[in-house]
Nanobody, 128 residues
Framework: QVQLVESGGGLVRSGGSLRLSCAASVRPFSRYALGWFRQAPGKEREFVAAINWNDVSTHSADSMKGRFAISRDNAKNTVYLQMNSLKPEDTAVYYC?????????????????????WGQGTQVTVSS
């Protein structure tokens, strides 16, 4: 059974940093594209970042550019999201997702339907 398990969320003050991790049981891990999405209360799920099997990353809109960075460690079957200079509007549940690659592309990376497997999410709360 495929599992994606996020960790690293929590409460942080504005301007602080967090690193989220997602351990995935998909096999072979190195052949999957991986993404991070977030969903704030009352809002739709929002694309954050994605990384393909060649370590090429795609990031979201300007609100997160330069503050968030995605990376992967194939030896540990883990994808990370480093979040710096956090703001209260970054408060959300953060989800990781895995895509087999058949339909993955730079265009498809921000689309939730591209991904085959999802984690349960980890809460990130940024206080002002």
């Amino acid at each position: 059974q495929v599992q994606l398990v996020e960790s690293g969320g929590g409460l942080v003050r504005s301007g602080g940093s967090l690193r989220l991790s997602c351990a995935a049981s998909v096999r072979p891990f190195s052949r999957y594209a991986l993404g991070w999405f977030r969903q704030a209360p009352g809002k739709e799920r929002e694309f954050v970042a994605a990384i393909n099997w060649n370590d090429v990353s795609t990031h979201s809109a300007d609100s997160m550019k330069g503050r968030f960075a995605i990376s992967r460690d194939n030896a540990k079957n883990t994808v990370y999201l480093q979040m710096n200079s956090l703001k209260p509007e970054d408060t959300a549940v953060y989800y990781c997702a895995a895509a087999t690659g058949i339909y993955y592309s730079d265009y498809a990376a921000p689309k939730a339907y591209t991904y085959d497997y999802w984690g349960q999410g980890t809460q990130v709360t940024v206080s002002s």
